[in-house]
């Protein structure tokens, strides 16, 4: 009775999040509804990051019939929510140390998770694999093109778009896999006493050794900067092991994807859940690809088909 439930806003899933306050302080309630296939990959995935070290909230209780998880309070400040704050002289140098932070962490799943995850593990049983990024894109071919645009590509541009999506899905599926978190942007990651902190891990799973960091530097709702961009790539790639140029490559091809992707994600908030502002997200992921695209000369031949049918969108 002495414990007082506050409604907080979630992500665009259907979980449902509180704010519990009592005596003792603040704890935040998740309920998951049926099925419950998420709570398990949150409990799992909970255990790997503790385990490595990871800055994740500690885990209070769990109760498995109800869909019901308390977690520790990281507070409301995102990563996001903490940047545009910023002002002044100190703000360059606040932003990239929080981005070092972040690159540390991609670093840290990539070397110490494998360790901890067991065969039976929800990471370890899913992938972001080829029929993932298939999925994915005809997804956003559907709620974006479709849906969004309300297009219908002429039969020879509707195979070329084909052609496009499933080569891309076959070049991010080819690269090495690790361990991601798989939403790894600004909007899940919390900023405490000047700390990182990891929420909306639960369907962390083995993927591209780039796609968290495409998640994190080609972040559809924030500007990183070019500049900052390229300092963290170049980080990422020494710290990983991997030659510089070949890291680049990599990650413009996943974070391409992971660009598309979003765009279906945010047609789909809006068209059908009347989630309308995720909209404002879509202009500065347009922007992402059409550079990302522009670096390669081997997107000449379907440039113009790209440009009619997603980067001419302006709302």
Same mark, same amino acid.
């Given at each position: 009775?002495?414990?007082?439930?506050?409604?907080?806003?979630?992500?665009?899933?259907?979980?449902?999040?509180?704010?519990?306050?009592?005596?003792?302080?603040?704890?935040?309630?998740?309920?998951?509804?049926?099925?419950?296939?998420?709570?398990?990959?949150?409990?799992?995935?909970?255990?790997?990051?503790?385990?490595?070290?990871?800055?994740?909230?500690?885990?209070?209780?769990?109760?498995?019939?109800?869909?019901?998880?308390?977690?520790?309070?990281?507070?409301?400040?995102?990563?996001?929510?903490?940047?545009?704050?910023?002002?002044?002289?100190?703000?360059?140098?606040?932003?990239?140390?929080?981005?070092?932070?972040?690159?540390?962490?991609?670093?840290?799943?990539?070397?110490?998770?494998?360790?901890?995850? @067991?065969?039976? $593990?929800?990471?370890? @049983?899913?992938?972001?694999?080829?029929? @993932?990024?298939?999925?994915?894109?005809?997804?956003?071919?559907?709620?974006?093109?479709?849906?969004?645009?309300?297009?219908?590509?002429?039969?020879?541009?509707?195979?070329?778009?084909?052609?496009?999506?499933?080569?891309?899905?076959?070049?991010?599926?080819?690269?090495?896999?690790?361990?991601?978190?798989?939403?790894?942007?600004?909007?899940?990651?919390?900023?405490?006493?000047?700390?990182?902190?990891?929420?909306?891990?639960?369907?962390?799973?083995?993927?591209?050794?780039?796609?968290? !960091?495409?998640?994190?530097?080609?972040?559809?709702?924030?500007?990183?900067?070019?500049?900052?961009?390229?300092?963290?790539?170049?980080?990422? !790639?020494?710290?990983?092991?991997?030659?510089?140029?070949?890291? @680049?490559?990599?990650?413009?091809?996943?974070?391409?994807?992971?660009?598309?992707? $979003?765009?279906?994600?945010?047609?789909?908030?809006?068209?059908?859940?009347?989630?309308?502002?995720?909209?404002?997200?879509?202009?500065?992921?347009?922007?992402?690809?059409?550079?990302?695209?522009?670096?390669?000369?081997?997107?000449?031949?379907?440039?113009?088909?790209?440009?009619?049918?997603?980067?001419?969108?302006?709302?």
């Amino acid at each position: 009775p002495s414990v007082r439930l506050t409604a907080v806003a979630g992500d665009a899933s259907s979980r449902r999040f509180y704010r519990a306050r009592g005596s003792r302080g603040t704890a935040i309630v998740m309920i998951h509804p049926p099925p419950l296939e998420d709570l398990s990959a949150f409990v799992t995935n909970h255990r790997i990051l503790s385990e490595i070290g990871a800055p994740v909230p500690p885990l209070i209780a769990v109760d498995e019939r109800s869909g019901v998880v308390i977690v520790g309070d990281l507070g409301d400040r995102t990563l996001q929510r903490h940047l545009l704050g910023l002002s002044g002289r100190r703000a360059a140098a606040a932003k990239r140390d929080l981005y070092r932070q972040a690159c540390d962490l991609i670093v840290l799943f990539q070397r110490r998770a494998p360790g901890a995850m @067991r065969g039976s $593990d929800f990471a370890a @049983r899913n992938a972001l694999d080829g029929d @993932r990024f298939r999925f994915e894109l005809d997804h956003f071919h559907r709620h974006f093109v479709g849906g969004l645009r309300r297009l219908r590509p002429r039969p020879a541009d509707e195979r070329l778009l084909r052609r496009f999506y499933d080569d891309l899905a076959r070049e991010c599926t080819d690269l090495p896999r690790v361990y991601c978190h798989r939403d790894f942007q600004s909007r899940n990651l919390m900023v405490r006493r000047g700390r990182i902190h990891l929420i909306d891990f639960q369907d962390a799973r083995m993927g591209p050794y780039t796609y968290d !960091a495409a998640s994190l530097l080609r972040d559809s709702s924030l500007d990183v900067g070019e500049d900052l961009a390229r300092e963290m790539i170049d980080r990422l !790639a020494r710290d990983l092991g991997c030659g510089p140029e070949e890291f @680049r490559r990599d990650f413009d091809r996943v974070a391409l994807q992971r660009n598309i992707k $979003d765009l279906g994600t945010f047609a789909y908030l809006a068209t059908e859940r009347g989630l309308v502002p995720y909209l404002g997200y879509v202009p500065r992921t347009i922007r992402s690809i059409r550079e990302n695209l522009v670096r390669s000369r081997r997107y000449d031949p379907i440039y113009a088909c790209l440009e009619e049918h997603i980067l001419s969108y302006t709302g």
